[in-house]
């Protein structure tokens, strides 16, 4: 379904990459479950469908 103006019509659609700067093992191991849990409430809020993740 596309949004539109006067004379404008878009479809706004996002790809999100999340990659820290810095991948060392600290994030995969004991902050992944709550970077998980932030994006996931994140999206909820916002209403922002996960396709995969």
């Not at 539109?4 to 996002?14: D, E, G, I, Q």
């Not at 999100?16 to 999206?43: G, H, M, N, S, W």
């Amino acid at each position: 379904m596309a949004n539109s103006l006067a004379h404008t019509k878009w479809v706004c659609k996002y790809h999100i990459v999340f990659t820290p700067k810095y991948r060392r093992k600290i994030i995969y191991y004991e902050l992944r479950a709550d970077i998980q849990k932030i994006i996931k409430d994140l999206c909820k809020w916002k209403g922002v469908e996960i396709i995969e993740g």
